[in-house]
């Protein structure tokens, strides 16, 4: 019997099945309409998620509807604060609404990789979320800003995704970046889930709702306890 472990999708994106994944998440990060994502979807996430008691995320991006918030940016740090900040407090108002709140913070696509090994941009997206728990890959300078200044922290892995040899996702555009097979993303999962606190699984994908459903099943055969992690231990 092994312990807990959480499973995360991106969702409200516009190009996602919600209602599918919410079915299977125990986490939501929610696109908070700087990369995607409307007042309307975030409202109809949120209420769905509460129903079924699924814990809410910030997805917070660049400002970057047009690349999907994919296109890294040099962006001034009090700025980009700012702009983390307007994500964090619409969700956070429209998750209060359907009686839930957001409960931790995860940075989308290229800023995502920019904190974790940009300090100053991590600092940033650091000071624009409050105190909020923060979810990210083991390594990145945002989670140990976070950790250093008492907040909670949880890694993450993405079993459909390629790895490169120093631990970061392979980008992209690159062959084999993306792992559509949903057996071996299933089998990825168990292998990731002793090392992490939260597996993603990417909700834009096609196969997203199908990837879901496989890796939660495979995780519970392999004696796992899937659930939220945005408790601190004790």
Known sequence: ??????????LGEEVTDDEGLLAVVTSANVACGYHAGTRATMRAVCDRAVERGVAIGAQVSYDDREHFGRVDRDVAPDVLGEQVADQVGRLTE????????VVYV??????????????????????GSGTLPV????GAAVLAQAEAAGRLVRHEGFPDRAYTSAGTLVPRGEPGAVIGDTGEVARRAVALADRVDS??????SPGAVAHAV????????????VRACWSAPG
């Open 1 to 10: 019997m092994h312990g807990a472990v959480d499973l995360n999708a991106d």
């Open 94 to 101: 429209i998750a209060r609404r359907a009686g839930g709140e």
């Open 106 to 127: 995860k940075p989308h696509g290229a800023l995502y990789h920019r904190v974790a090994r940009d300090p100053v941009q991590a600092a940033a997206v650091l000071a």
């Open 135 to 138: 979810l990210g890959m083991p």
């Open 199 to 204: 597996v993603c699984v990417h909700g834009d």
């Open 214 to 225: 496989a890796v939660r099943r495979a995780l519970e055969a392999s004696g796992w306890v």
